[in-house]
């Protein structure tokens, strides 16, 4: 467990990775609860969620990791489902180890750090992709500090 | 109708002022006993020396005195109890109402004298959004103080209006013999409720509820509030039932479990309070064990047991405690949880049902059915498992998905002793499976696709909801690090409208490779008093799809880990993905074994 890092911090921590990437795609791309594709659900969580670093359920108290969701907006129309592939490179070139799933339609990076990322294509057709964040574990004692993240993440 | 108290009586109202009238009943009553008494005893034993015609007259007068005299303080007892009870429920009543108003009030909302709940305006904290988000964000609003805070601040009103005049009537009762009294509290208006005949009925047992859930759903969705409100009066734990829609599910639930909480708080706090004068009691002492509580001395023998009373009274504050903390809707969420079972009175722990969103107005619906060990208390952690799985279910394509976390069971408590038997699925299997016939009964609009994943013994519960003789309204089965489904095939598995022989398609297992849970099935016939479960459903006799997991935690030599039994919902693991793709209705996506 990272015993200094805030969930404060680690909130905002995904979120800048995240614009790091978001940085890397063209000027109208963002980050929004809302993806493009009005037959996707509008993601149902506004804060992080608080996931467990134990296993069982016997314990029910201790440390977190964090993980955050966003759609992917604003890709040149056409041309979304390129994105699949072109993000896990933005990663490599920043030196992220990846992972990818051709069948689930599922890529990972894993930072340094003990951060990761999660992209994902809905399934619809039409390249719709989700981006997921995730911290290290950290204390239990600073979740309630958070806040709900915002609506959207611009491009920066 | 029943008037019910207005925001202010909710607040000006003094239950303790009952207590000087009460005290005063006792003392009379006990006064006028005694006297009584007295009298019956001295003329019934003055024949011997008071005789003649004067002296039998004496002794009749007396005899009608002490007759008419017993219904004075037979009356007097009534009131004595009418107005203790009436303290009671008033004091609960009134603390309900004012903690829900509170509540509202607290988060910025306005509750108007009759309960009426009005939004905050969302430009006022988000100064900087657009339009679009301020107009989302109001109606958002408008929904929370509607079905958040209006319902259950109104219907708390309503219950102390009825708590009130149940109390007034009660009194007026003890009296109707010994003529008219000035009740406590006549100040605040009731009335009789406005009930339909057939409401009406089932409250004087003349009929009763209908037990089919689409009938019982037929007569619901006709009766006006009132109508609810009366029969939830009656019968505290209506919000189970199945065919009931789930906003009024949420409301009757969230209602019950406000007033056991209270009383479980109340209890516990009074036996905490003997406690301290005796740090020396423990729980140890059997509560009928007289002959240890004979050890005590004598002047604190009641007081023990009154404290074994308490703690068996809130013997269930964790589990209530952790079901209303997570049924706030101060969740990840923006969407509030709901509260679809609520039941402190069936099994041996309380029973509880929460959904991350409303089930009936979703487009997919899971329902999650967790394992050996699971109760209310440890909800906590079976939500994140709910979050995930509703996010990962999003991600793979869902338009409106909502996942509920059902523990209608009493789950087995331990792994060794419990989880081999049998019974504690075969007594939950009905229940889920009626859970799963309310929620496509319930549903507007186009059906759901309805998904039962069991996570361990949760498996087995749910295979037995989908056999012996019973159909299972589900579109597809889930089972996860399965001991057994009580089935040895899924071809067993009687799913709505899926044909004999097809099941197959509809039925996903997993287990992960350092998991030892599946390994079950070879202990019985080894070990005495160890229930089967049936066949592994990750093994390619059982017929059933099987996906792909991650290998999971992995000990030194024996490599098997418990850990890894729980590892099946981490966020970017194999398995959720896939659990994701399942739910969505993606099973080309999924990657199988």
């Not at chain 1, 467990?52 to 966003?70: D, H």
Request: net charge negative.
């Amino acid at each position: 467990m990272h015993e200094s890092l805030t969930a404060v911090d680690a909130q905002f921590k995904i979120r800048a990775y995240m614009s790091e990437v978001l940085a890397e795609l063209p000027a109208g791309a963002a980050l929004s609860k809302k993806p493009d594709n009005p037959d996707l659900a509008t993601t149902k969580h506004r804060r992080p969620l608080p996931n467990p670093c134990w296993e069982g359920n016997v314990q029910s108290s201790g440390p977190r990791y964090l993980s955050i969701g966003y759609w992917i907006t604003g890709l040149p129309a056409g041309s979304t489902a390129e994105y699949f592939e072109r993000i896990p490179a933005i990663w490599q070139n920043k030196g992220w180890a990846t992972e990818t799933n051709d069948v689930s339609d599922v890529a990972k990076a894993k930072i340094p750090d003990g951060f990761g990322l999660q992209l994902q294509d809905a399934g619809k057709g039409d390249g719709s992709l989700s981006l997921t964040g995730f911290s290290p574990c950290l204390p239990e004692s600073t979740i309630d500090a958070m806040e709900d993240d915002p609506f959207t993440i611009p491009h920066p | 109708m029943t008037a019910p108290a207005t925001k202010n009586q909710a607040y000006a109202i003094q239950p303790g002022a009952l207590s000087a009238q009460v005290a005063e009943w006792r003392s009379l009553h006990d006064r006028i006993v005694a006297n009584l008494d007295l009298a019956q005893r001295d003329y019934a034993g003055s024949t011997s020396y008071w005789v003649g015609n004067a002296g039998d007259r004496a002794r009749e007068t007396t005899t009608t005195t002490v007759t008419e005299g017993r219904k004075i303080t037979t009356a007097l007892n009534s009131a004595v109890t009418a107005g203790t009870d009436g303290q009671t429920t008033i004091t609960t009543a009134k603390n309900t109402a004012t903690a829900a108003i509170d509540l509202a009030e607290k988060e910025k909302f306005t509750v108007a004298q009759d309960g009426t709940v009005t939004a905050p305006d969302a430009r006022l904290s988000l100064p900087d959004a657009n339009a679009e988000d301020i107009t989302a964000a109001q109606a958002a609003l408008d929904a929370t103080a509607k079905n958040v805070y209006e319902r259950p601040i109104k219907a708390a009103l309503l219950s102390l209006g009825q708590a009130i005049e149940d109390t007034t009537v009660a009194i007026e009762r003890a009296f109707e013999n010994v003529g008219a009294i000035k009740p406590v509290a006549q100040t605040i208006e009731v009335s009789l409720g406005e009930r339909s005949q057939q409401v009406q009925d089932i409250l004087d047992g003349k009929s009763k509820l209908p037990e089919d859930t689409q009938e019982f759903h037929d007569l619901w969705t006709t009766l006006s509030d009132e109508d609810k409100d009366a029969l939830w009066n009656q019968d505290r734990y209506l919000g189970n039932r199945d065919g009931m829609p789930a906003t009024d599910r949420d409301h009757y639930n969230r209602l019950t479990l406000d007033e056991q909480l209270t009383a479980a708080q109340t209890a516990r706090a009074e036996a905490d309070r003997l406690k301290a004068e005796h740090p020396e009691w423990n729980l140890s002492v059997a509560p009928t064990g007289m002959g240890d509580a004979q050890t005590l001395p004598e002047d604190s023998v009641a007081d023990y047991q009154t404290w074994l009373a308490k703690m068996e009274e809130s013997r269930h504050l964790d589990d209530l405690t952790t079901t209303a903390k997570v049924a706030d809707s101060a969740s990840p969420s923006g969407e509030p949880r709901m509260l679809l079972g609520m039941d402190d009175k069936s099994g041996q722990r309380v029973q509880a049902i929460v959904a991350d969103g409303n089930p009936d107005t979703a487009s997919h619906v899971t329902t999650y059915v967790p394992g050996t060990g699971s109760q209310p208390s440890k909800l906590e952690g079976d939500m994140v498992r709910v979050d995930q799985m509703t996010a990962q279910a999003e991600y793979a394509g869902a338009s409106k998905p909502v996942t509920v976390a059902w523990m209608g069971y009493d789950a087995p408590p331990a792994v060794v002793s419990d989880a081999t038997q049998r019974d504690y699925a075969q007594a939950g299997a009905p229940a889920l499976n009626a859970f799963q016939d309310g929620l496509r009964v319930t549903h507007e609009g186009e059906p759901s696709r309805n998904t039962v994943l069991g996570h361990s013994y949760g498996t087995t519960v749910v295979g037995l909801s989908a056999a012996e003789g019973r159909t299972l309204d589900a579109d597809t089965v889930v089972l996860v690090a399965s001991p057994g489904a009580g089935v040895d095939s899924a071809r067993d598995l009687s799913l709505t409208g899926v044909p004999d022989g097809q099941q197959y398609q509809h039925v996903f297992s997993t287990r992960a490779e350092n998991d030892p849970t599946p390994l079950y099935e070879n202990l019985p016939g080894w070990i005495p008093g160890v229930d089967r479960h049936g066949e592994d459903p990750t093994e390619i006799e059982f017929g059933g799809q099987v996906f792909t997991s991650d290998p999971g935690t992995r000990t030194p030599v024996v490599e098997y880990s418990g850990d890894s039994h729980s590892e099946y919902w981490e966020p970017g693991s194999t398995s959720l993905v896939n659990m994701g793709h399942i739910i969505a209705g993606n099973p080309g996506k999924v990657t199988y074994e």
